[in-house]
């Protein structure tokens, strides 16, 4: 096999093929084994005419198509080892060459990933930013374990802001019923913001078996179409108030919801947990700055194809995490009024900055010769399958080292760059 690469404009490179007329009969008569049994000759059982004899009836090329898909499929890979060339995309196949008595000579166009121009990535300015700890924040989370251990009571008199209405309603757009604008019983805090603007201020003074009529507005980026910037009249009926009954904030509530026997014990526990939290919040903070920030001083020419593949991961993603809440990604966009250009659209710009960033990183990786070290890798894999496994770690370890062994190095080569740029830079408090 000999092969000529032209370097094309654009990220894309062309190879040049040729494969000896001897490895071309071998695949011919591949082909010929594969395909023979199809073919019906008179005066011959089926499967069992000379390759001559097919090809005089069928014609010289009977067995060509095969027989290129067999050299592609052995040739190209290592055409592209052997030069060093890192494809994106799928190649452009055109026959230059192709005859019984020659060699076959092909060529591949194919898009690669482009070159890094590496900036000063070392030195650049970053800004670390403390996260206190304040009263408010601890009163936050308390208020917020008094709230999960609320319980409901019902409630004489009128719909209050925070309330919960358990409600019957039917929207009317022109005088007329639309569909999703009914429900019974529906329970509705007060005050929460879920339906369309003004809806809930209008229930508040509201009793028990009253009907109010609400009048409201649709917003004009509403998900269903129809409705859109319309006015709508809502029927609603009051069948029951709740309130909710919080708990006292004393010893006796923080040895209900914690380990721990008094209110002072339960707010130090949330301090530190709230402390340790800002931490990790300020390191990523950090971390992300200087990763932004080293990105911003690297040029590099994105392929088109990049891009749209990262765009097809994150549809690929989003759908993946929809059908865990019951959707899928068709419902997910017709839910939005959107079609799939329009999705693709409003993912482009992240998708084209994770490309670049994942570039650069790996870019930078190379310069500075950062790898993943086995024992690291298995490290790594070992923490993942204590998370999913506690009888048979080392199983679901080996399980994970057999399919993720790639992500996982990619990850641990990832955090060392971003080490390397956090330590290199100048940190300002």
Same mark, same amino acid.
């Given at each position: 096999?000999?092969?000529?690469?032209?370097?094309?404009?654009?990220?894309?490179?062309?190879?040049?093929?040729?494969? #000896?007329?001897?490895?071309?009969?071998?695949?011919?008569?591949?082909?010929?084994?594969?395909?023979?049994?199809?073919?019906?000759? &008179?005066?011959?059982?089926?499967?069992?005419?000379? *390759?001559?004899?097919? !090809?005089?009836?069928?014609?010289?090329?009977?067995?060509?198509?095969?027989?290129?898909?067999?050299?592609?499929?052995?040739?190209?890979?290592?055409?592209?080892?052997?030069?060093?060339?890192? &494809?994106?995309?799928?190649?452009?196949? +055109?026959?230059?060459?192709?005859?019984?008595? !020659?060699?076959?000579?092909?060529?591949?166009?194919?898009?690669?990933?482009?070159?890094?121009?590496?900036?000063?990535?070392?030195?650049?300015?970053?800004?670390?930013?403390?996260? =206190?700890?304040?009263?408010?924040?601890?009163?936050?989370?308390?208020?917020?374990?008094?709230?999960? #251990?609320?319980?409901?009571?019902?409630?004489?008199?009128?719909?209050? /802001?925070?309330?919960?209405?358990?409600?019957?309603?039917?929207?009317?757009?022109?005088?007329?019923?639309?569909?999703?604008?009914?429900?019974?019983?529906?329970?509705?805090?007060?005050?929460?913001?879920?339906?369309?603007?003004?809806?809930?201020?209008?229930?508040?003074?509201?009793?028990?078996?009253?009907?109010?009529?609400?009048?409201?507005?649709?917003?004009?980026?509403?998900? @269903?179409?129809?409705?859109?910037?319309? &006015?709508?009249?809502?029927?609603?009926?009051?069948?029951?108030?709740?309130?909710?009954?919080?708990?006292?904030?004393?010893?006796?509530? @923080? #040895?209900?919801?914690?380990?721990? /026997?008094?209110? =002072?014990?339960?707010?130090?526990?949330?301090?530190?947990?709230?402390?340790?939290?800002?931490?990790?919040?300020?390191?990523?903070?950090?971390?992300?700055?200087?990763?932004?920030?080293?990105?911003?001083?690297? !040029?590099?020419?994105?392929?088109?194809?990049?891009?749209?593949?990262?765009? =097809?991961?994150?549809?690929?993603?989003?759908?993946?995490?929809?059908?865990?809440?019951?959707?899928?990604?068709? #419902?997910?966009?017709?839910?939005?009024?959107? =079609?799939?250009?329009?999705?693709?659209?409003?993912?482009?710009?992240? @998708?084209?900055?994770?490309?670049?960033?994942?570039?650069?990183?790996?870019?930078?990786?190379?310069?500075?010769?950062?790898?993943?070290? +086995?024992?690291?890798?298995? /490290?790594?894999?070992?923490?993942?399958? *204590?998370?999913?496994?506690?009888?048979?770690?080392?199983?679901?370890?080996?399980?994970?080292?057999?399919?993720?062994?790639?992500?996982?190095?990619?990850?641990?080569?990832?955090?060392?760059?971003?080490?390397?740029?956090?330590?290199?830079?100048?940190?300002?408090?």
């Amino acid at each position: 096999m000999n092969t000529k690469v032209e370097r094309l404009e654009n990220n894309k490179v062309k190879l040049e093929i040729t494969v #000896s007329n001897e490895k071309f009969k071998e695949a011919v008569e591949r082909a010929y084994k594969k395909n023979a049994s199809k073919f019906n000759i &008179p005066g011959f059982r089926k499967g069992k005419a000379p *390759k001559a004899i097919i !090809e005089k009836y069928y014609g010289e090329g009977v067995f060509f198509e095969d027989a290129v898909n067999y050299i592609l499929d052995e040739t190209y890979p290592v055409a592209i080892k052997e030069n060093n060339i890192e &494809p994106v995309d799928r190649p452009t196949i +055109d026959i230059v060459k192709l005859g019984n008595d !020659e060699d076959l000579v092909y060529t591949a166009e194919v898009t690669v990933k482009p070159e890094v121009k590496l900036g000063d990535y070392k030195g650049i300015e970053v800004k670390k930013i403390a996260y =206190d700890v304040t009263e408010e924040d601890i009163q936050a989370e308390l208020n917020a374990m008094r709230e999960r #251990s609320a319980r409901l009571t019902t409630k004489d008199g009128e719909v209050a /802001n925070g309330d919960i209405a358990v409600i019957d309603f039917e929207g009317f757009v022109d005088g007329v019923a639309f569909e999703g604008g009914k429900a019974e019983n529906y329970s509705l805090t007060i005050g929460s913001g879920t339906f369309i603007p003004g809806f809930e201020d209008q229930l508040i003074g509201a009793k028990v078996g009253e009907t109010v009529d609400v009048n409201v507005t649709f917003p004009e980026e509403y998900h @269903a179409e129809n409705l859109k910037g319309k &006015p709508a009249l809502f029927k609603v009926k009051i069948n029951e108030i709740k309130t909710k009954l919080l708990p006292e904030l004393d010893d006796e509530f @923080a #040895s209900e919801v914690s380990e721990f /026997n008094t209110l =002072d014990e339960l707010k130090q526990d949330i301090k530190a947990r709230l402390e340790k939290e800002n931490a990790e919040r300020a390191k990523k903070d950090l971390e992300e700055e200087a990763l932004t920030k080293a990105v911003e001083t690297c !040029e590099v020419e994105i392929p088109e194809v990049m891009i749209e593949n990262e765009i =097809d991961y994150m549809i690929k993603d989003l759908d993946y995490r929809l059908r865990y809440q019951g959707m899928d990604i068709n #419902s997910y966009m017709n839910m939005l009024g959107i =079609d799939t250009e329009t999705l693709r659209n409003d993912f482009k710009e992240v @998708a084209a900055k994770r490309v670049k960033i994942n570039l650069v990183v790996e870019a930078i990786a190379k310069a500075e010769n950062i790898v993943a070290q +086995d024992e690291e890798v298995e /490290n790594r894999a070992e923490e993942i399958a *204590k998370m999913y496994s506690k009888d048979d770690v080392e199983k679901m370890k080996q399980a994970i080292l057999m399919t993720e062994r790639y992500a996982i190095e990619e990850e641990i080569v990832n955090n060392k760059v971003v080490d390397l740029l956090v330590s290199n830079a100048k940190v300002t408090e």
